[in-house]
């Protein structure tokens, strides 16, 4: 059995397949010893002190009672099992293998066959029930690639679900299953969260499902590298790989987060595990269901933290609030007012303790709206109202193809939608469709998410019907879209022979 060494410390806690033995090492610790008297017979005489000890029913009423929680609320987490796409044969060895596949010398010294075909990935993920007609949430980097995605409860039901959504930037998706009269869980406050507090998580690490571990809140707010948008709970409720997607809960039963991330040596759990708090996680969950979309705003501002030094020499009674390094020219804060050197240490009243709570606060914000800054100038309060702008974000895929896909845009390996008015008024385009997914054809042609569709074969196209109608007259096994990519258009063969 071979272990590879994982370099980068930070890991989502990644669905797993478990295809070998593993090795359970059990340590106990006992003592044995005497301790000599200089007066053995006195201490034959004397009985020993009494020691107070607490009774048994003391001692369980000083423990969270963890069995009852998971009785109740345990049926609403579920598996997530997962197929993806097969995996690209490597060119390092002969038939695909790593020339380090122990299996290599095998098949070299017995003269068997190599294989050539590798199997679909395969994995596993957590999630729990957030609603009883079958809405379920967990991480997108479970579901990114997955082709088939089941769904399996703790009576041991299985669902095929559909993938609603998932937002790569804040790492949640969302799953839908055709049931109904579903167990749910109970959603509650993230804010309210103390460092020691006693949470518990529910998953299936390494593919054991139903499995609970519990530990205490460890910090609340953490930036972690890659994500902007989410301060994360920080946890040493262990967390392992099959973990990924599940509820965090706290003792009066109710999620305040889902488990995403571990920071680890080894691959394994460390001590340190990381859940996205769930007042995120709901409000990406709002948007995919209800605009098939996450709209996030920003006001055009780079920050960082503010240290001690850097609080003595601004005159801050202590480090906080976040400091302007550079604002955007004509973005939203430089039509607001704010310069570079302000300290931002409220955000609509909400205070900013370090600066990674910034991006979140405002990416919450509808753009447009009014957003009211407390922001530290040349020694004293300054109220600046500025109105954020929405964010062009790559990192939403709307997976709902029934609306979108027709046997004609299937046979291209295309998924596309109208594209919004505020989105034509970004990019400045004529166009009126762009692709949400390629696959197939469409993606070996260099067809990308995020292109707009202009014509097929010298044709205009301004609806999906268009585009249904064009590629069903398409003659021969070549059909030439025009493209619009960053402000250029181009034409694309795609073979759909």
Same mark, same amino acid.
């Given at each position: ?11 989502? @806690? ?58 109740? !609320? ?29 299996? /290599? ?14 199997? =679909? ?5 957590? &999630? ?5 007609? &079958?809405?379920?949430?967990?991480n ?11 769904v +399996?409860? #703790?009576?041991?039901?299985? !669902? #095929? ?17 055709d049931?109904k *009269? ?12 103390? =460092?020691?507090?006693?949470?518990? @998580? ?17 910090? #609340? ?6 994500? %902007?948008?989410?301060?994360?709970? /920080?946890?040493?409720?262990?967390? *392992? ?5 599940g ?15 571990? !920071?680890?040596?080894?691959?394994? !759990?460390?001590?340190?595990?990381? @859940?996205i ?16 979309k996450?709209?996030?705003?920003r ?30 020219? %004509?973005?939203?804060?430089? $039509?607001? &007012? ?10 609509d &009243?909400?205070?900013?303790e ?41 990192? #939403? ?13 299937? +046979? ?10 505020q ?19 469409? @993606? ?13 074969n010298g ?15 398409? +003659?021969? $096994? ?8 960053d ?11």
């Amino acid at each position: 059995m071979l272990v590879r060494q994982n370099r980068a410390p930070f890991n989502r @806690a990644r669905a797993t397949v478990v295809s070998a033995a593993t090795l359970l090492g059990i340590a106990l610790a006992g003592c044995n010893g005497s301790f000599a008297d200089n007066n053995p017979t006195q201490a034959a005489a004397s009985p020993p002190p009494a020691i107070a000890t607490a009774s048994p029913r003391n001692v369980a009423a000083a423990l969270p009672d963890f069995a009852s929680l998971v009785d109740h !609320y345990g049926p609403a987490v579920v598996n997530v099992a997962v197929v993806g796409k097969q995996q690209p044969i490597s060119n390092e060895g002969p038939g695909g293998m790593s020339p380090n596949d122990p299996f /290599q010398d095998f098949f070299r010294r017995f003269g068997q066959p190599m294989p050539r075909n590798q199997q =679909p990935a395969r994995g596993e993920g957590s &999630g729990f029930i957030v609603s009883a007609d &079958g809405y379920i949430l967990t991480n997108a980097h479970v579901v990114a690639d997955a082709d088939e995605v089941t769904v +399996k409860t #703790t009576d041991r039901r299985e !669902y #095929t679900a559909k993938v609603v959504g998932f937002d790569e930037a804040t790492d949640v998706a969302v799953l839908k299953i055709d049931a109904k *009269n579903l167990p749910t869980v109970k959603i509650g406050d993230p804010a309210k969260l103390r =460092p020691g507090e006693w949470v518990i @998580a529910i998953g299936s690490p390494f593919g054991f499902e139903n499995s609970v571990t519990a530990g205490i809140v460890s910090a #609340t707010s953490r930036s972690m590298p890659g994500s %902007n948008y989410a301060p994360f709970i /920080q946890t040493d409720v262990a967390v *392992n790989p099959g973990n990924s997607g599940g509820p965090l809960f706290n003792l009066q039963g109710e999620v305040v987060g889902i488990n995403s991330q571990i !920071y680890s040596r080894s691959g394994g !759990y460390m001590g340190l595990s990381f @859940a996205i708090p769930i007042d995120v996680a709901s409000n990406v969950q709002q948007q995919l269901v209800s605009n098939g979309k996450v709209t996030r705003s920003r006001i055009g501002v780079s920050i960082q933290d503010v240290n001690a030094q850097l609080a003595e020499s601004f005159g801050l009674d202590r480090p906080k609030g976040a400091l302007v390094g550079m604002v955007e020219e %004509n973005g939203p804060g430089a $039509k607001a &007012g704010i310069k570079a050197g302000d300290v931002i240490l409220k955000v609509d &009243g909400t205070e900013i303790e370090q600066s990674s709570q910034l991006p979140g606060l405002i990416a919450s914000k509808k753009p447009g709206s009014t957003v009211n800054l407390d922001v530290w100038r040349e020694g004293g309060i300054k109220r600046i109202s500025a109105k954020p702008v929405e964010i062009v974000d790559k990192g #939403t895929k709307v997976a709902n193809r029934d609306a979108v896909e027709s046997d004609e845009t299937a +046979k291209l390996g295309l998924v596309v939608r109208p594209l919004q008015k505020q989105e034509k008024a970004q990019v400045d385009t004529q166009g009126e469709l762009v692709v949400e997914d390629s696959d197939g054809p469409a @993606a070996a042609a260099g067809v990308q998410r995020g292109d707009i569709i202009l014509g097929v074969n010298g044709k205009p196209v301004k609806s999906v019907d268009e585009l249904k109608v064009a590629a069903r007259k398409t +003659k021969g $096994k070549i059909v030439a879209l025009l493209i619009e990519r960053d402000s250029a258009q181009i034409f694309v063969p795609v073979r759909i022979g």
